[in-house]
């Protein structure tokens, strides 16, 4: 609940640019109103758990793939929307200086990120601080991506989301360097702000498809 309080979480609910077909919405106000997104005619996940709200979400023999093409759709999202801004986003390029396997998700000018969503729970549980799963995930991200970045004199940020529609600050603020890059006409705030939107739009979307792979 401290997760789905934050600030980017409310908003989701009350922004306009947040498209939502409706099992996408049907899920986000289960969740948020922690009644259960799986139908009562399904009792137990395709591995034959419970299947409450958490563990559909998580589901170690489940979720996989539909995890994957939410972690995909996210980064579809993002670089749809900045290619609509004028900036030339590349998906998971080879870097040219690179030698090893490491593709991250988006470069856009000299900038680098790699996206990852995770479920607030249990890390927020036993935290005060909200956005404590998203705290761990981005210094995870930070710790494997940094020195590779700097490196070839990118500026990386993770894009860090919890699945319950946070999205760390310092993602967003990545997103405002990118779109400062662009020369489209919008304000920066609103052009980071379309980008955010649609990421959130996306990762709604993918949450259907992780409770989808979940309950089989
Ligand atoms: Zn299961």
Redesign the pocket.
Known sequence: MKSASSKMACRIARDGRVELPHRAATNFLGERLLLPVAPPEVP??????K?TNQ??MC?????TVGKIRRHDGVVTAVANAFASLGLRPQVEPRVATSRSRARPDIVVDNLVTDVTIRYPAPASVTSIHAQKAADKAAAEKNAQWRIWADRRDLRFAPLVFESTWALLDESVAWIKAAVAGSDCLLAPTTAADMVVCAALSALMRGNVWVVAS?LG
């Open positions: 137990t996940c395709a591995w034959g758990a299947p563990h559909i589901c170690q023999r489940t979720t979940a």
